[in-house]
């Protein structure tokens, strides 16, 4: 039987335009940052490829600052700030944050000073999306940008970090967006590059893969194909509820992404699902895949007010568009042919 991953919040599969860019780019021999014709026309395809990020994200007129991921886009917005955030941000913005925003039951952030906080757009592991208030310092946009009708423009925030492998692009490659007029300080010293912002030969490669992911993913979302992607995810929801589990469906009363289905099953630690659904051909995660190799209780389900038990007990399914109906169904079975086992031992 052939593997079904089901664990595109981690990351995605690499779309073949994003490929064919980067073997393209592979023949560009020039240093962006060199004056003769070589450099000229490597920064002029570098050019070209920030101007196609920008319209994917809505983000014309903004400033597109490439690095190496949204990681570090993160600490390039928010050190030395002084901003505060909720539990449920991603570990690359509450590291630098003063972590002390409420969070309700259902994963949403209550903020008071939008422009000393930062915000995640949708979280990775409940798919909870927020209403961002105007005039917001930073919103983490990697998990929405692709899936989401964005524009980055409207958003009102002053800074926005993505990332390319979330949306079918390469890994180590993101970006820290500015609306026109806001500035950072370079973490990093060097050559000057990306308007003094952050020093370094950029990624091309990486870069022009980038670029065409983020493209392709905007005619992806025009054409209505992470609708059906929530139609599938919705299916195995109820596939699952009607199989007379006492399991929770994490943020269901909240907007969520199209793709994710976060299920707490008592009894049945997280890690344990995890691997339990890895030898039956499925990948799935227990939470952020930064953090899915430690045994430890998802924080961002404490921030919501479960408790360490339940907490532990998580597993996150995030589906793309070349996940079936079929492919969920099948998951289902599995994994309720295997908790069943769980509770009869248990019993």
Request: proline residues 3%.
């Amino acid at each position: 039987m052939s593997r079904i991953y089901l664990d595109w919040n981690a990351t995605t599969p690499l779309r073949p335009e994003a490929r064919a860019a980067m073997i393209a780019a592979m023949e560009v021999v020039g240093n962006p940052s060199s004056v003769h014709a070589e450099g000229r026309a490597a920064k002029a395809l570098m050019e070209r490829s920030r101007g196609k990020i920008a319209s994917a994200l809505g983000a014309e007129g903004a400033d597109i600052v490439f690095t190496s991921g949204a990681t570090e886009a993160a600490a390039l917005a928010c050190a030395g700030r002084g901003l505060s955030c909720a539990q449920v941000e991603h570990e690359a913005v509450s590291a630098w944050c003063e972590a002390g925003l409420v969070v309700d039951s259902d994963g949403r952030v209550t903020v008071l000073e939008p422009g000393r906080t930062a915000l995640q757009l949708a979280n990775s592991e409940t798919g909870v999306v927020q209403d961002l208030p105007q005039g917001l310092a930073v919103s983490d946009l990697t998990q929405g940008f692709g899936k989401l009708p964005l524009a980055f423009n409207w958003l009102g925030c002053d800074m926005g970090l993505v990332s390319a492998h979330k949306l079918g692009g390469p890994k180590g490659i993101g970006a820290l967006v500015l609306r026109r007029g806001v500035d950072v300080a370079s973490q990093l010293k060097g050559g000057g590059q990306e308007m003094g912002r952050r020093a370094g030969t950029e990624n091309l490669i990486g870069i022009t893969g980038f670029a065409a992911a983020a493209e392709a993913a905007a005619w992806d979302l025009a054409d209505g194909v992470w609708d059906r992607v929530a139609e599938i995810r919705n299916i195995l929801d109820s596939a699952l509820s009607a199989m007379g589990f006492e399991i929770i469906s994490v943020g269901n009363r909240a907007k969520r992404l199209p793709n994710t289905l976060n299920l707490i099953a008592p009894g049945w630690k997280g890690e344990t699902q995890v691997m339990t659904m890895d030898l039956a051909g499925f990948a799935i995660s227990a939470g952020s895949a930064c953090s899915s190799g430690k045994v430890r209780a998802s924080r961002v389900l404490k921030a919501m007010g479960y408790d360490e038990a339940a907490a532990g007990q998580a597993i996150r399914i995030s589906l793309g568009p070349n996940v079936t109906e079929d492919n969920v169904l099948r998951f289902a079975e599995a994994w309720a042919r295997d908790y069943k086992r769980i509770r009869s031992r248990n019993a």
